[in-house]
């Protein structure tokens, strides 16, 4: 039996990919739980930035650590509105430098589609992993988090930025022309930000997740609503565990809830 507050699973980029849970103890090395029956158990909530017993508004956080938090500012989710390259201040100047004054890249990436998205370029392929994508490519590298946001807004005219999370998880994905998608994707970017797109031998990243088998449907399993609930795990996409079922656990979702964990 483990116990823990849930956040983000770890992640070590192998073929499959390696997932971590962090527990009480440690961390559960998840990828050796496949094809066992695994009962989850709801016990309460903590925020993870005051660690108090707070209801969990969002991103982990209670309501008030979460529009006080530099952590859930705007920009993480909308980078171009970024100020730190300015000076200005949103919520923590210091911590939002180190945030957005380092280079981020602007990439293509195929889960259920072919989407745009922006990372800092220390969490690739992290960012790939986390949201389910087993192809990927570099489009721009540029230094800060506000140029990343500009060139995003601009592809997201022609590109969705959202991933479908249920043909994710069943691994219903579009077939892609990677040479047509970049080049496609290369006439859409501002002239001011052609100086910085990837040229030289630009891979496409190729991602595998360990799974034993893809549901046909998929449901999500919401633990407030359903507080014990017990599964043959088959398979880790993304930030999702899948179960026999057809039951989906999106472990993100869910940071900042306590939940035990028992092996049956």
Request: glycine content about 6%; hydrophobic content about 40%; proline content about 5%.
């Amino acid at each position: 039996m483990f116990q823990a507050t849930l956040k983000k699973m770890r992640t070590e980029n192998l073929q499959p990919i390696n997932y971590f849970l962090e527990v009480d103890s440690g961390f559960l090395q998840l990828n050796q739980l496949l094809g066992k029956t695994i009962q989850l158990e709801h016990t309460g909530s903590q925020c993870l930035h005051c660690g108090l017993d707070k209801a969990i508004f969002r991103q982990g956080f209670c309501q008030s650590c979460f529009f006080e938090s530099p952590a859930t500012g705007d920009w993480i989710m909308r980078p171009e509105l970024s100020k730190a390259h300015l000076g200005e201040t949103d919520r923590d100047l210091e911590y939002e430098k180190a945030m957005q004054l380092q280079p981020h890249v602007v990439y293509l990436a195929l889960s259920s589609h072919l989407k745009v998205g922006v990372t800092r370029k220390s969490q690739i392929p992290t960012r790939w992993i986390d949201q389910g994508a087993h192809e990927a490519l570099v489009l721009l590298e540029v230094p800060n988090r506000y140029l990343a946001g500009v060139g995003e807004v601009a592809l997201k005219d022609h590109f969705s930025d959202k991933t479908n999370w249920r043909k994710m998880l069943q691994n219903d994905f579009e077939p892609i022309n990677w040479e047509e998608a970049r080049n496609r994707a290369i006439d859409e970017i501002p002239k001011d930000l052609k100086p910085f797109i990837v040229h030289d031998e630009v891979p496409i990243h190729k991602l595998e997740f360990p799974v034993l088998q893809y549901p046909n449907k998929v449901q999500s399993l919401n633990l407030i609503k359903t507080p014990l609930y017990e599964g043959k795990l088959i398979g880790i996409r993304g930030q999702y565990l899948m179960f026999e079922d057809a039951t989906v656990f999106n472990v993100r979702s869910n940071e900042g809830q306590c939940v035990k964990w028992t092996l049956i």
